[in-house]
């Protein structure tokens, strides 16, 4: 069952198989946004999408039109609002599709994605840049691309070419394994990663789908949440981020048992280490078997330990940095002006630190507080979940791919309240990042970033995380009195 489902009168609602007007409104919505998604990459280099070097004949593909950025950019505008309007409206849909054909549609599309250039941000030039200095005998957790100027792929990174490595070894050993494949050309390099993302993006869609198997509606909210889900589509099949590589090694973990779980989590936190919260729903889940616990936790923490300790500790150091940010579009981005206001200059990042981590550990409880005291709840995925939405929302530093790991796990715990409001959170905070690039953004539309990405969407957010609070208050009374009432008379 699905937890705080709207309440629907049989009698009055439409047969089950036949759709509504709303409801093809909401599908056909999510069509157009994935077909915007993939003609924006089919168009070739823009505002959108980095020209990848490389000889013309290797893959990815496009047709190389150079459309005009006011064009790419307001047509990922639409892809995103028609995205989340149309997911948000699925979601509540009465209509019930067969959730193998959108299994299959979201798998097709993920795997055409892997043969058009990635658009909306240029972090796969970093990826390829990283696996180079790999190929190179160079240290990408020591060494930056700018150090190697001249190489034509380290050479291609367009923003962070300064940075060292932020990811985990295992995202740098896919990176360079791509690198060693591509040699030179940024372009094929990009397509071998780009196969490895649209493998993890299709593997997932597919353990989500058995996950749950033997309840059709469960199974087709799922596909919604993930394989046709037009704004993971959008940053994790078309963005080509290495969080979907992540969220693939944590979604088979949860469905593993024993050491082979423990292994997956810990591969998992080798692709990026904040996925490590998904761990909480495994511990949570064996509080009360101490043995199978030790199993799992044991070899989770091996795993990490071989991983890291074989890369070396200074793997850790830009990870460390990176924790002190405040991206431009969170609503910590309005708490920095404002110490800044009253203290005078500063980052004041220990205060905001301090309070992301009370904010993660409040909203974490009420939401815990709010889970049903005899249901699904008690799951690991249930509780993964919940710190993953909890760490969203307090986190100093978001992007909106992020949001694909809450999705996944939400998509294996099936609760609509949590996934209304990562639909608005994923919507607006996408909008805040177009593009996600700053090459090639017409100067006219700099107001999409010293207007909306600053003030805007840190406004909006705000206000949608104190939705949050107030709906997990309510939502957790409620669930206190429905336990005191099936309570036995004492």
């Known amino acids: 069952m699905t937890w705080d489902a709207p309440v629907v009168d049989e009698r009055r609602s439409p047969a089950r198989g036949t759709p ?44 190389d039109l150079r459309p005009d950025g006011h064009l790419v950019i307001a047509m990922a505008a639409a892809a995103i609002v028609l995205g989340g309007l149309g997911l948000a409206g699925a979601l509540r849909s009465r209509w019930r599709p067969d959730p193998r054909w959108l299994l299959a549609a979201g798998c097709v599309v993920a795997a055409l994605l892997a043969f058009l250039p990635p658009s909306g941000s240029a972090d796969h030039l970093n990826y390829a840049a990283y696996g180079r200095l790999v190929t190179l005998g160079q240290d990408p957790y020591a060494v930056p691309p700018t150090a190697l100027p001249a190489d034509p792929v380290t050479g291609a990174v367009e923003e962070w070419a300064g940075v060292t490595s932020v990811y985990g070894p295992v995202a740098t050993a896919v990176q360079a394994l791509a690198s060693l494949i591509g040699g030179d050309s940024v372009r094929l390099t990009i397509f071998v990663m780009a196969l490895v993302n649209a493998a993890a993006f299709i593997g997932t869609a597919l353990l989500l789908h058995r996950f749950t198997r033997g309840d059709a509606d469960l199974q087709r ?44 989590l810990g591969v998992g936190i080798g692709v990026k280490l904040n996925a490590g919260l998904v761990a909480l729903g495994p511990a949570w889940e064996l509080r009360r078997s ?16 071989v991983i890291y300790g074989l890369a070396g500790s200074h793997v850790l150091d830009q990870v460390g940095a990176a924790s002190k940010k405040v991206s431009l579009a969170t609503p910590w981005q309005l708490a920095k002006g404002g110490l800044q206001t ?34 699904p709840g008690d799951t690991a995925p249930a509780v993964a979940a919940v710190m993953v939405v909890a760490w969203l929302f307090a986190a100093p530093y978001a992007l909106p791919w992020y949001d694909g790991l ?20 994923v919507t607006i905070l996408s909008l805040g990042y177009l593009p996600a690039r700053e090459a090639l953004r017409p100067e006219d539309l700099l107001w999409l970033k010293t207007l909306l990405r600053e003030r805007v969407v840190p406004w909006s957010l705000l206000v949608l995380t104190l939705a949050l609070v107030w709906w997990a208050v309510s939502a957790g009374a409620r669930a206190r009195r429905l336990s005191a009432s099936a309570a036995p008379p004492p």
């Open 406 to 425: 809450a999705f996944a796990l939400l998509a294996m715990a099936s609760w609509p309240a949590l996934e209304c409001f990562m639909v608005a959170r």
């Open 342 to 375: 009253l203290f005078g200059p500063g980052a004041y990042s220990t205060w905001i630190q301090v309070g992301s981590l009370l904010l993660l550990a409040g909203l974490a409880w009420l939401i815990l507080r709010a889970l049903p005291g005899t249901s």
């Open 20 to 63: 509504r007007g709303l409801d093809i409104v909401a599908f056909t919505a999510i069509g157009v946004s994935a077909g915007l998604t993939v003609l924006i990459g089919l168009l070739g280099p823009s505002a959108m999408v980095p020209r990848l070097a490389g000889p013309s004949w290797q893959p990815p593909f496009s047709l």
């Open 221 to 264: 909210r799922a596909a919604l949440l993930w394989a046709v889900n037009p704004l993971m589509i959008y940053h994790l099949s078309a963005g080509m981020h290495v969080d979907t590589l992540a969220i693939a090694c944590m979604v088979a973990a949860l469905m593993a048992r024993g050491a082979s779980s423990g292994l997956l």
């Open 290 to 305: 101490p043995g199978r616990l030790a199993v799992v936790a044991g070899t989770a923490t091996a795993t990490v330990l």
